[in-house]
């Protein structure tokens, strides 16, 4: 059965599960003034939209698109399981994210990822699906443990 791949409402438990997680383990990696993971009512916010991804009713990641301008949006809160990963969750999700953005009008995409080696498997995904490095945008500064992405589309 193919993956399935729905807007979030943010209200069931394993969402809520896995967005604890991803926050927990950014807060373990990052110092607390790096740390820009969002939880769950951070993700709560009119500009933001938060699709899972599904293997039957097994949730096995996330990942979110939030508009800062009309033309732009970033990339936040994209989480494998960890029981999930290496089975082509996070390309199939950013591809998701990818085609959203493009259908909603957006020319380019921005993400903030960690400089630390945890986050090297991120920043090779994304640069595989062609972000490259930028200056800080929106509200980020300039910053040691933060790497900027941006993608044209």
């Not at 769950?40 to 293997?55: A, F, S, Y």
Request: aromatic share 8%.
């Amino acid at each position: 059965m193919p993956y399935r791949i729905t807007v979030d409402d943010l209200t069931g438990p394993d969402i809520a599960a896995l967005l604890q997680e991803h926050v927990d383990e950014m807060r373990r990696i990052s110092p607390p003034e790096s740390k820009h993971a969002l939880d769950l009512d951070g993700l709560r916010h009119p500009d933001i939209t938060l699709w899972t991804l599904h293997d039957g009713d097994t949730l096995l990641g996330c990942g979110a698109l939030k508009q800062l301008t009309p033309t732009t949006a970033e990339i936040k809160s994209m989480r494998t399981a960890t029981a999930a990963q290496r089975r082509g969750v996070a390309s199939t999700l950013l591809t998701h994210l990818i085609t959203e953005a493009r259908s909603r009008g957006y020319t380019t995409l921005y993400l903030e990822t960690g400089t630390d080696p945890f986050f090297q498997p991120a920043r090779t995904l994304y640069e595989r699906f062609g972000f490259t490095r930028c200056e800080p945008f929106a509200d980020y500064r300039p910053d040691p443990n933060s790497t900027h992405l941006s993608r044209t589309l």
